[in-house]
């Protein structure tokens, strides 16, 4: 089955810088690639998605790239503020609607 | 998003009980999900559904039980629960479609397994 690995586990930046998660995956034929955030205590919630035919989408402050060719997306979010602090998730998918999630990624923006 | 609820939002109970966490949507989503996420794991897919009677497992569904006879409900059930099934349980769901949609989550059950 589809294996998500997430890189780093945890990030600490200054307010203002970027930062930026990692993540690869292993079958070939998933073709949605959407990140989650979730606050403490609360539900995960979609922040963006790519899929397979794009190779990066913005949202203001948030941009994912993918690169089919090596299986890998990453998460860019600019000029982070506190209220960015959080766990982020990448997943991947192939259809079904059944998304494969990695481990998160806690990220902490110090003011 | 408040078109998918989950009840219990806490839960303590005894190894051995039974015990059903309920899920149900108001957007008429095709897909439900049940995932765990438990520290250092992520969110752990359970058992999933992509239409009322059609069920299918997930990653981890051992000592799990779902059903599905209403396309809004989606309850999971630990038929005798067991101390590692103390985690933080979500119910998600997407629609349905060739092109993969997002998945809504609820708020989460919190179960405790003493």
């Known amino acids: 089955g589809e294996n998500v690995e997430q890189h780093p586990s945890t990030l600490s930046v200054q307010e203002g810088d970027s930062a930026v998660i990692k993540c690869t995956y292993s079958?070939?034929?998933?073709?949605?690639f959407p990140w989650y955030k979730q606050e403490l205590g609360k539900r995960p919630q979609l922040i963006i998605d790519?899929?397979?035919?794009?190779g990066e989408k913005k949202d203001q402050r948030i941009a994912v790239t993918l690169n089919k060719t090596a299986k890998h997306f990453s998460l860019h979010i600019t000029e982070t503020q506190p209220e960015d602090s959080a766990v982020y998730f990448c997943a991947a998918s192939k259809g079904a609607g059944k998304s494969t999630f990695g481990d998160g990624t806690t990220l902490t923006v110090k003011p | 998003d408040a078109g998918i609820t989950q009840s219990p939002r806490y839960k303590i109970t005894e190894t051995g009980r039974q015990v059903t966490l309920m899920c149900h949507q108001t957007?008429?989503?095709?897909?439900m999900f049940w995932y765990r996420q438990d520290l250092g794991h992520g969110l752990r897919l359970i058992y999933y559904?992509?239409?009322?009677?059609?069920?299918d497992k997930g990653e981890v569904p051992d000592g799990y039980v779902v059903s599905r006879s209403k396309t809004e409900n989606f309850p999971l059930t630990l038929e005798s629960a067991t101390r590692s099934q103390t985690s933080v349980y979500f119910c998600?769901?997407?629609?349905?479609?060739?092109?993969?949609?997002?998945?809504?989550f609820g708020d989460g059950t919190r179960l405790s397994i003493l």
């Open positions: 998600a769901s997407s629609r349905s479609g060739n092109s993969n949609q997002p998945q809504h």
């Open positions: 957007w008429s989503h095709s897909y």
């Open positions: 559904s992509a239409a009322a009677d059609i069920t």
């Open positions: 079958d070939s034929a998933s073709n949605y």
């Open positions: 790519i899929r397979s035919n794009v």
